[in-house]
């Protein structure tokens, strides 16, 4: 079954590390994700740019509404996300629980992918 990993970072305290240290957790991170990519677990992961660069859209009286930013007010923002192919949640738990950058202090939601359309 694929699961998709969503990565939530706390950006001010993301960007208050030192540059060498952001660079050495994202090298980590693939490293980590490359080591399995040729078993088929890894599928396809992106970092994200910081929610300055955002937008929102949503229709409102009929009308597309497009807004600055991510518009939930919490301490963590979406900052990228990976695909695995896993057997089950277990194993793609604790893909994630091993993560670097769960271990720099960011967290990672874990998401069975819905195969087919609408349910």
Do not use: C, W
Not at 100 to 115: H, K
């Amino acid at each position: 079954m694929r699961y998709m990993l969503l990565i939530y970072k706390d950006e001010s305290v993301y960007d208050a590390l030192p540059p060498e240290k952001r660079a050495t957790v994202f090298k980590d991170a693939t490293e980590y994700s490359e080591a399995v990519r040729p078993s088929g677990f890894y599928q396809v992961g992106e970092p994200l740019e910081s929610t300055p660069t955002a937008k929102t859209v949503r229709l409102k009286n009929g009308k597309a509404l497009t807004t600055d930013g991510p518009f939930a007010e919490t301490k963590e923002q979406l900052a990228g996300y990976t695909i695995v192919e896993a057997r089950n949640l277990d194993e793609a738990l604790a893909f994630a629980a091993k993560h670097p950058l769960v271990l720099a202090g960011m967290s990672i939601e874990v998401r069975p992918i819905r195969a087919g359309g609408p349910r």
